[in-house]
């Protein structure tokens, strides 16, 4: 990510403005749908994105106009405060820093928060790059060595990724860091942290040879980005660990394909990761202990069987899967075997069978 | 048996008296005044006369208490009286003897006759009155009473004067025991409420507090209504009767013919078809059972409505008085086309004002005014048929919140028998053909002052987001400046330029 890029864009977006109304017309913007109709699924390159539908916001009413204001604001406050001084904020932050102006003030943290999400889509950048960050947390453990780059305070300085047992946490400046050096030959994203903590224990990251994230359940989308870039950048290849159920399975598929919430953004998405289970199948397969599936895993199911990213048949059969069993299981299900067994009887065991 | 007494009209209505609005010294007061002012208004009407009144009201140290006798003088241009005519229009309470219809404002002058008896009976004073026909030479002068037994008027003095002006109309003046006091507002009330729809009137109204006066605004005067025949449906069994009994030589189609608006030959030989009579028929020889025959055949003929030209509406009149008092900031008015309930033609007029000097009404309240027959009617306005008609319009579909908003409603009905429900003649019986009437009338005032606020509302709307825009238009300008980087000014024509662009 190129801060001059982002500040380019900026720039691009306040001329534009400017040659509405000098040349006598409400100010305007066109910008892609969002609407459930233009988020397309490519099946060629496995990732979901927004369609060729456009919108065009226009100053021209009261309501309009208003917002119009709000948004070049935040663009301007995050030009201005967060990227030009190294800082960044909340969302929440966002919204307390509009109270400024009492013009320009949202009434509520959800109307600033779409408008966060709009200029995503105008610019076709996540937040993030923008200096406005998530507050969910995911960690990084591995022989990776990185160079900040942000904030200024940091910038150059190396660290590597091993150093901290309980893994790093992932945040703008790792996200932006540059990779120095890496010995690790893969990376393991896991739904959850005790699991993560045990792989660390178990010196997974030694015997393996690979870098661990913790995504803290859906990953968020500085994970996202990390993984893509460990990915691309380091050819690395990705595997996904999660529970045996509908959500789960929902975890790798959006860190493959990428979601909807986010569709307006490009370079979020792992086409090539795969998900290493455990599968619907698995349960059966290792016997593991399971829990009947509710009302709300069943309905999540039936729509998942509409969604254009479960198609492809090796997804619409693990989705069958559950249907039949009626059951799901989680990763602690195998310390049935003992505290390791995840680790000896199932990842390694599971890596091979998908290598070959 | 039961032994009748017989007793003159004078006595019957002395014993009546609540009957005709004289039930306690203040409705006495209020009564009095009134029926004096609309007398004099219908003696200048009735010949296209621009009314020119003066009330005196002078209350004397005299009295019982919270009573006090009172002296009132009423003097009008209006036709005047001829002299032979006098003692039997002041003198003896007579009923009607015309069998024509024409919209009044009293019924044959019968609450004047009742003012000057009661005066009579309760300061024992003589009536003074002089007056002068148009073209007249003389003026007439007399002070007399009733005899209230008798029925007879009883003259205790008369003299001429040489008219050197030219002068027409009626001066009468007489006392009476009254509380003033008390119903002064509502005299008050009713003058301003009767200049509202009368704004060619001039009147002038002095008391012992003071002078008001109310000024001509207006040279346009209702055209005078026509006397009419009957209508066969507008009559009642006894009416009929009596007009038989002062038609006894005629033969029966001529009867009819004569007697009774849309009867022609034609419609009168089918109905004497369906009595199993001759035309020739002496209308002397009928019996009873054949004038009940003959008044139901009269309810279920399909006679042609009856006419209008007896009726009067004020018409722009109205508009004229509202502007005058209320200074609105719009007027709508219409005249609705003459209609019938039961054999008696109706016309409806209304109108709807809104702003100027017109108050938001208080909890719940409507601003309702009513006048029938150029009266208004100013109490029990609750129970009203136009109240309930504006209650029952859904007021939303026209965007208008009648409780909310200086809006004021005025309904005039004129009719030759205005279907009022109680005595008191203060409110308007809920008649299906007048109540349809009144609302499409006020309907088609809702729609037009529906539109002017729709304008107006649009207007302030503009107004707002004009400003608004510009202020918001201004911010944007400022961002894209800063997001950009360049230093550009604008010029305010700019901004201005974008917002009224449409």
């Known amino acids: 990510m190129n801060k001059e890029e982002i500040l380019e864009k900026f720039k691009e977006l306040g001329k534009k403005i400017l040659e509405d109304i000098t040349n006598n017309n409400y100010p305007s913007i066109t910008l892609p749908q969002r609407t459930v109709r233009n988020i397309i699924y490519d099946k060629n390159s496995r990732v979901v994105r927004l369609g060729e539908k456009k919108i065009t916001r226009k100053a021209s009413s009261l309501r309009q106009a208003k917002v119009f204001a709000q948004l070049l604001w935040v663009a301007y406050f995050s030009k201005e405060n967060l990227i030009k001084k190294g800082k960044s904020c909340s969302l929440r932050d966002l919204y307390y820093n509009s109270f400024n102006d009492i013009k320009i ?47 200024e305070t940091h910038k150059g300085q190396r660290v590597n990724l091993q150093t901290d047992p309980d893994g790093k946490n992932i945040g703008l400046s790792i996200a932006t860091a540059k990779f120095i050096e890496c ?21 997974v990251y030694k015997r393996l040879n690979a870098i661990l994230i913790d995504t803290g359940g859906q990953a968020p989308r500085f ?39 986010s569709a307006h953004i490009n370079d979020l998405a792992t086409p090539e990761a795969k998900w290493l289970g455990i599968w619907a199948s698995d349960i059966k397969k290792y016997n593991l202990p399971s829990i009947p599936l509710n009302q709300l895993d069943l309905h999540r199911l039936e729509t998942m069987k509409r969604d254009p990213r479960y198609e492809e048949d090796f997804w619409s059969e693990q989705i069958n899967w559950f249907l039949k069993l009626k059951c799901k299981a989680e990763l602690e299900a195998f310390s049935k075997y003992g505290l390791t067994a995840i680790i000896d009887k199932y990842l390694i065991k599971k890596l091979s069978e998908l290598k070959n | 048996m039961l032994k009748f007494e017989e007793i003159s009209p004078s006595e ?9 609005g004289f039930e306690n010294p203040t409705k006495a007061c209020y009564t009095i005044v009134r029926e004096l002012v609309e007398n004099s208004l219908d003696a200048c009407e009735i010949c296209g006369i621009l009314p020119d009144i003066k009330v005196v009201i002078n209350e004397t140290g005299e009295g019982d208490g919270i009573n006090k006798i009172i002296k009132i003088k009423v003097k009008d241009n209006g036709i005047g009286i001829p002299k032979e005519n006098v003692p039997y229009a002041f003198g003896k309470v007579l009923y009607g003897s015309k069998f024509t219809l024409r919209q009044h404002r ?7 006759k009742m003012a000057i008896l009661y005066g009579q009976i309760t300061t024992n004073n003589p009536v003074k009155i002089i007056t002068s026909t148009i073209g007249s030479k003389l003026l007439h002068f007399f002070v007399m009473q009733i005899d209230i037994l008798k029925n007879e008027p009883n003259i205790l003095r008369y003299e001429e004067f040489e008219n050197k002006e030219g002068w027409h109309g009626l001066i009468i003046e007489f006392t009476f025991l009254g509380n003033y006091y008390n119903s002064r507002k509502k005299i008050l009330e009713y003058l301003f409420q009767t200049s509202i729809l009368l704004p060619y009137m001039n009147l002038v109204f002095m008391d012992n507090y003071g002078m008001l006066v109310f000024k001509r605004k207006s040279s346009l005067l209702p055209k005078i209504p026509e006397e009419t025949l009957l209508h066969p449906k507008g009559i009642d069994l006894e009416m009929l009767k009596r007009l038989i009994s002062i038609n006894k030589k005629e033969t029966l189609k001529c009867f009819l013919v004569k007697n009774f608006q849309r009867i022609g030959n034609k419609i009168a030989e089918d109905i004497i078809k369906q009595l199993n009579l001759n035309p020739d028929f002496p209308v002397r020889k009928l019996k009873d059972e054949d004038i009940i025959k003959l008044y139901n055949i009269f309810k279920n003929y399909n006679f042609k409505k009856p006419s209008s030209k007896s009726l009067s509406p004020v018409g722009e009149n109205l508009i004229i008085g509202i502007k005058e008092i209320f200074k609105p900031e719009f007027i709508a008015f219409n005249t609705r086309k003459p209609s019938s309930y039961e054999g008696h033609p109706f016309i409806v007029e209304t109108a709807i004002a809104y702003g100027g000097n017109i108050p938001i009404p208080s909890d719940n309240e409507i601003n309702l005014f009513r006048f029938a027959n150029k009266i208004p009617l100013i109490y029990d306005s609750y129970n009203d048929v136009s109240m309930k008609v504006i209650k029952d319009i859904n007021w939303n579909l026209y965007k208008i919140d009648i409780y ?68 918001y238009l201004e911010k944007i300008f400022d961002f894209a400046c800063k997001l950009s980087e360049a230093k550009i000014k604008i010029k305010k024509e700019i901004l201005e330029g974008i917002v009224s662009n449409e």
């Open chain 1, 105 to 151: 003030k949202f009434d509520e943290q959800d109307e600033s928060d779409k408008i966060v999400v709009e200029i995503e889509t105008i610019l076709g950048y996540p937040r993030e790059y923008f200096h406005i960050i998530p507050e969910e947390k995911s960690s990084i453990f591995g022989d990776l060595t990185i160079e900040y780059t942000m904030p």
């Open chain 1, 183 to 203: 010995n690790a030959k893969m990376v393991i994203a896991i739904e959850k942290g005790a699991i993560f903590r045990r792989f660390v224990e178990e010196q």
């Open chain 1, 223 to 261: 994970t996202r980005m990390l993984i893509r870039r460990l990915n691309k950048e380091l050819n690395l290849p990705v595997f996904i660990l999660t529970d045996a159920d509908p959500w789960g399975m929902h975890i790798a598929r959006v860190i493959i394909s990428g979601s909807a919430l």
């Open chain 2, 12 to 20: 019957f209505f002395y014993r009546n008296k609540e009957i005709a």
């Open chain 2, 106 to 112: 009293g019924i044959f002058g019968l609450g004047g």
């Open chain 2, 404 to 471: 909310k908003e200086p809006i004021a409603f005025f309904v005039h009905i004129c009719s030759t028998k205005i279907p009022y429900k109680t005595l008191g003649k203060e409110y308007i019986a809920n008649v299906p053909e007048l109540y349809k009437e009144i609302e499409l009338s006020l309907r088609k005032n809702a729609r037009k002052l529906s539109a002017y606020l729709n304008k107006k509302r649009l207007y302030e709307y503009q107004k707002k987001r004009y400003s608004y825009l510009k202020e």
